[in-house]
């Protein structure tokens, strides 16, 4: 695959075209040049590490949209087997801008269901750039019941810019659909992990994303709004959408700092989009970790933890008024 | 510009800012039918137009005056203030937007919550205030709202909240959004109780308040011509490209798409209410 860079990330462009025509030439010289490509291969990390360790939040919401970026059939088929996927909402449509369905998860049952985007432009179209349909949610909805009613743990992967706002959407309930399941993931009676893997877009991402455990992975986001959003409304410029990301918090490492998440996964050297097999690894270590400590509660203790941890969210002070 | 306002001499020709100029006061104007009204009158009919029936906004404290009974209100979760995690700032810190509409409104903050009576029937009431932000949800409307529905278990009454708000407060980021989930966890939990959770829907409901606990009660009422969804109309229209339908987001669109259950005219509200309560609880009509 093809790697993309990102604007910032022009410096590494440019040295890895280096790298990319000091082979080319030495595929036909008999001058071994190996060395010389070695020693720009190290500059080409180091920079990569240099520019990944200082990422600006608006930066990191870049990566976080990635074209290359692992989506959930990426780490469907790198971390699950015998995925079955199911289809529809069973009252007016199927969405494909969520997948879901029954899977293995190192041999044993569970459900897995996560947005989905698109790869190419037809793709993209058919899976609406990962921004759901009601159906979306209610498909989503009937999933999670049917997890219950087997006792399969559910694993959510978030990756969308939002709720899909569009005529049909509303007439069809969207609000409703997204309300539907804040309910019933309240009490669902089997654990749930959700994991942010690239954009955790506002309602249209938290309506699967009430979780016993929620994960990031590191170059992900999760925000109440898209940074452009927040800027054109409160900048009146959706230029400043950098401003925007700066003071909403919207990175792994801020929002595990404000207790809003539990767990950071480390992703590859320049972002999970460099390499797939590495980020699958890293998040099934930790999916691995996450369900072992989830398995240890019953199920009354599950949920009775999962309200107070949704009770819990919010800061404010408490002051007797007169 | 029309081809009769083209025609009309440049003397005749409104301007813009021409409709506001009307003192304050006195004379109040509806934005529906244009008709001039008394302030007094419009006061006396409960904000709602006495020629057209539109319902124009109303504050929360106005609101609630009009709905409980006189005897035995009292105030829940007054004592949870806002405060501001993130140090937000835009053109504006949030400490000091917070302050401002506070000095504006009266409010500590987005909503208000109350313990009464409608027409001695016992109900917990929490109302958004529209002028407070644009009754944004952040912490403290959720910590309020989930103190209202506590009181409700307590009480053994029905939860009712009346929405105005254009959505998540951003100023508070996640935790605005995490509101979402509270609020209706909230929800989950009184509703394994025989109380009802209702929710009327004013102008306009939009965005995280729209898509959390809204539409999710035992019955859900909206105010006439009142503007409910999740994204914005212009949001829509710059996604979609396309001119919205006619009366697109309004309470009898809901209606006609199986979104509500009834649209309530403000001025029969309280008997409303009384009937819908009294008949799920099994109660003596009132």
Redesign the interface.
């Known amino acids: 695959m093809k790697i993309s860079f990102l604007e910032f990330e022009q410096p590494i462009a440019e040295v890895e075209s280096k790298i990319e025509q000091l082979r080319f030439v030495q595929d036909d010289s008999a001058v071994d040049i190996s060395e010389e490509i070695s020693k720009v291969e190290a500059k080409s990390k180091k920079l990569t590490k240099d520019i990944y360790a200082k990422l600006t939040p608006w930066q990191c919401a870049m990566v976080a949209r990635h074209p290359n970026r692992p989506y959930t059939l990426d780490y469907l088929s790198s971390i699950f087997t015998d995925f079955e996927e199911l289809h529809g909402d069973r009252s007016s449509a199927e969405d494909a801008a969520i997948v879901g369905g029954m899977a293995r998860f190192n041999g044993q049952s569970c459900m897995v269901i996560g947005h989905q985007k698109g790869r190419d432009t037809k793709e993209k179209i058919t899976r609406n750039f990962g921004m759901p349909r009601p159906e979306g949610y209610r498909k989503a909805l009937r999933l999670m019941r049917m997890a219950e009613k087997y006792q399969l743990p559910i694993f959510s992967f978030i990756d969308t810019p939002g ?5 049909s ?8 659909a ?3 399941n ?3 993931m ?2 669902l009676e089997v654990p749930i992990i959700a994991t942010v893997i690239g954009e955790g877009g ?2 249209g991402a ?2 699967i994303a ?1 979780a016993d455990t929620v994960m990031m992975l590191q170059y992900s986001t ?4 898209s940074p452009e ?2 800027a054109s ?3 009146k410029s959706a230029d400043r959408a950098g ?2 990301a700066d ?4 990175t792994a490492q801020r ?1 595990k700092s ?1 207790g ?1 998440i539990d767990r950071i996964i480390n992703e590859p050297l320049g972002g999970a989009h460099r390499d797939h097999e590495e980020a699958s690894k890293a998040l099934k270590i930790s999916l691995q970790e996450e369900l072992s400590q989830l398995s240890k509660l019953s199920i009354p203790e599950l949920v009775e933890r999962r ?1 107070e941890r ?2 819990s ?9 007169q | 510009m029309s081809w009769l306002q083209k025609l009309l001499p440049p003397k005749i020709k409104r301007s813009p800012g021409g409709r506001k100029s009307m003192p304050e006061g006195l004379w109040s104007k509806c934005p529906a039918c244009e008709a001039v009204l008394y302030a007094s009158d419009l006061e006396n009919n409960q904000q709602v137009c006495p020629k057209c029936s539109h319902h124009l906004r109303l504050r929360a404290r106005a609101r609630l005056n009009l709905l409980l009974d006189e005897e035995g209100r009292f105030e829940i979760g007054a004592e949870v203030l806002p405060m501001d995690p993130l140090k937000f700032k835009d053109g504006k810190r949030y400490i000091d937007r917070l302050a401002a509409a506070n000095k504006e409104t009266d409010e500590s903050d987005a909503l208000i919550v109350m313990q009464g009576a409608i027409k001695t029937v016992p109900v917990v009431v929490a109302c958004f205030e529209f002028e407070f932000m644009g009754g944004s949800m952040g912490s403290v409307v959720g910590e309020r709202f989930v103190r209202g529905v506590q009181a409700a278990l307590e009480l053994n009454a029905p939860f009712i909240c009346i929405t105005a708000s254009g959505g998540a407060r951003m100023q508070e980021g996640l935790f605005s959004l995490m509101q979402m989930a509270k609020t209706t966890a909230a929800v989950a939990k009184l509703a394994k109780h025989p109380l009802p959770f209702m929710t009327l829907l004013t102008d306009p409901t939009m965005g995280g308040v729209s898509a959390s606990f809204a539409f999710v009660g035992d019955i859900v009422i909206a105010e006439p011509g009142a503007l409910i969804g999740f994204a914005g109309p212009r949001v829509i229209e710059q996604t979609v490209r396309q001119k919205l339908p006619e009366g697109f987001q309004r309470a009898e669109f809901l209606l006609e798409k199986g979104a509500i259950d009834m649209i309530v005219d403000r001025r029969e509200l309280r008997d409303k209410l009384a009937s819908l309560i009294t008949l799920l609880m099994r109660m003596p009509a009132v």
């Open positions: 709720a899909y706002p569009g005529i959407a509303e007439e069809r309930g969207q609000s409703e997204i309300g539907r804040l309910l019933v309240a009490e506002s309602g938290l309506a009430v999760y925000a109440v709004i959003g927040c409304i409160l900048w401003d925007a003071a909403m918090g919207i929002l404000l809003l309200f949704l009770m969210y919010g800061r404010f002070k408490e002051q007797v008024v």
